[in-house]
């Protein structure tokens, strides 16, 4: 008999939970490129207010994907017939 304690989740929510690990990693690494000290120019030019825009693009993105692959997951849900008791 399989124990009822772990859930047997369906691919597309393995998927939704590797994209916002994925999401989540980009932004802490796009966050933190941005507050390292500098001394090249290219490193300065990194901090201008044109990264805060690269970062409200990482979460567009983000909220723009968790939306499409929530309403996949919506949509291919399948509810399971369990099969009824007969009555004893």
């Not at 597309?12 to 932004?27: G, S």
């Not at 825009?53 to 994907?65: H, T």
């Amino acid at each position: 008999m399989r124990s009822r304690r772990i859930p047997r989740w369906r691919l597309l929510t393995w998927v939704i939970l590797a994209f916002n690990l994925a999401m989540l990693l980009w932004l802490v690494i796009a966050l933190a490129a941005t507050r390292e000290e500098c001394v090249g120019q290219l490193c300065r030019d990194a901090n201008d207010p044109d990264s805060a825009i690269g970062a409200w693009l990482v979460i567009f993105f983000w909220v723009a994907g968790a939306v499409l692959l929530g309403v996949a997951w919506l949509v291919s849900h399948r509810t399971e017939q369990r099969p009824r008791r007969r009555p004893r």
